[in-house]
């Protein structure tokens, strides 16, 4: 199986992508007369679009639990090379922990009404803000990283 999915996972990734997207076009394409006519209030309660994202979700799963797998697997032929993702791992999960810990649970401005519409906990709000801060940094940590290279690379 293993060998199967390096010689044409891509493909087949490809064709499923494109089977997904042609099933939900077809679906879509036979009622969207009957959604047109529909009022702005009804078209919000339309399952037209339903088939979509269920497969959509269902791609995902099987990506993440395909992922997960994989990552366990070579972890087990090849612990050596691992360790060096589990290092990463672990640098991202402190990074995490600590812009979490430093985050506070916003309590005014736009946030604090989004926060307040979709009725997040502080906790919540504060994973949130430690992610869209890890986003951020883990960011500008790449972008350092490539102009740093590139200029490493002019002089060599």
Known sequence: MYQLLTKH???????????????FMVGVMSGID???AMSKEDQYQSTIFDMGLKLTLVLFVICTV????????????NPKAAIKGLIALVILVVIFGALYATSTAETSGPVAKAVEEFGLTEG???????????????????VAAFVISEIRNLFK
């Open 9 to 23: 996972g891509q493909l087949l990734a490809f064709g499923l992508g494109l089977l997904v997207i042609i099933i």
């Open 124 to 142: 919540q709000s504060k994973m949130v803000s430690a992610g869209i801060k890890a986003t951020l940094l883990l960011g500008g940590i790449a």
């Open 66 to 77: 395909a992922a997960v797998l994989f990552a366990i697997y070579q972890m087990i032929t």
């Open 34 to 36: 009957g959604y047109d």
